[in-house]
Each structure stands twice: as C-alpha cells, then as structure tokens.
C-alpha cells in the first residue's frame, strides 16, 4: 500500500512529498533508473510522462513531454547532480521548450529535487523534497498543480510496477 503525505515549508523554500512502498529500497530504485519503468508514473494519470532521454549517471541528462488530455505537450528536463545508488538521488528539473532542451525563456528557475530511500519499520520509505529559488517560484509551482500532480504521480508507482512486491 502506497501512503503519501505532503508538506510545503515557505519558510525553507520547499516542498516535501512522503511515501512507503511494500517492497525493497533496491526494487524502488528501480523506478528511478529505468526510463520504460519511470514513464509509468512520472506524471499524472492524465498527463503520462515519455522520456525520450534519460541518462542515468552524475551529470546526466534527462528530456521527457507529458501529454495532456486533449493531446497538449509540455516538456521538461533533468540534469542529475548525485547519484548514491540505491538511497539518494539528486537532480535539477526545469521546464523545456519544444526542442526538448532547458527552457532558457521560462521565468521559472530550475528546481533541486532530492529523493532519498530509506527502510523504515520494514517498508521503503522514499523521500523526495523539492528546494525552490524564491518564495515567488514556490508559489507559481503550486499554483500550476505541481503539489496535487506530484501526489497522483506518485500515487501510481505501486500499481505501475505490480505493487512493487518483491526484492
């Protein structure tokens, strides 16, 4: 059973989004480092993800589009900072333009997501806090559904990767 919980702090320009997983930390990792796995539950029901890059290593590039109901694009990238397999993951996430590359136009500053995976009363708890440049950032995120799409995203990794059960 996935248990998700999410708490904003404007104070530390943050937002942090908690979930338990009846599986392994290594099985959960899974869903990080495999693109076909990740595309299964990056974005919201109504807006799956396609990662049409995704290069798994410290300092590598990730491009992905999810598409939206009437069959609208938006597109987003990572660059990963810091990988510590299987228990943190570090990357900067931004939004794209059409080509697929950081959106250099976009008055949104990129973001620092942070995931870390830990075992806890023996299930996987993974942690992913999302560090914000300005309160004004913060705000503009939420506002646009960042919070609520984040939250249905991750409620699907379960049931994406059949409940995740197993080592």
């Known amino acids: 059973m996935t248990v998700i919980t999410s708490s904003r702090d404007v104070d530390a320009l943050t937002l942090t989004i ?6 392994s930390v290594e099985r959960v990792w899974q869903v990080w480092e495999d693109p076909r796995q990740l595309e299964r539950w990056w974005g919201p029901p109504t807006w799956p993800a396609t990662f049409v890059r995704h290069d798994f290593v410290p300092g590598g590039a990730s491009r992905y589009y999810m598409t ?22 570090e990357f900067d ?6 080509d697929g590359e950081p959106d250099k136009g976009n008055e949104v500053e990129p973001m620092r997501m942070t995931v870390t995976l830990d ?9 992913t806090v999302t560090a914000f440049a300005s309160t004004e950032q ?14 249905e995203a991750m409620g699907q990794i379960s049931a994406a990767t059949d409940g995740l059960r197993g080592g």
């Open 93 to 98: 996430n931004g939004f794209a333009g059409d």
């Open 68 to 89: 939206g109901p009437e069959g609208e694009k938006s597109r987003g990238w990572w660059t990963t900072t810091m990988i510590d397999a299987p228990r943190r993951l």
């Open 119 to 127: 075992t806890v009363d023996g299930v996987t708890r993974m942690t």
């Open 18 to 23: 908690v979930a338990t997983f009846d599986a």
């Open 138 to 151: 913060l705000e503009q995120v939420l506002e646009m559904g960042m919070e609520e799409g984040m939250r």
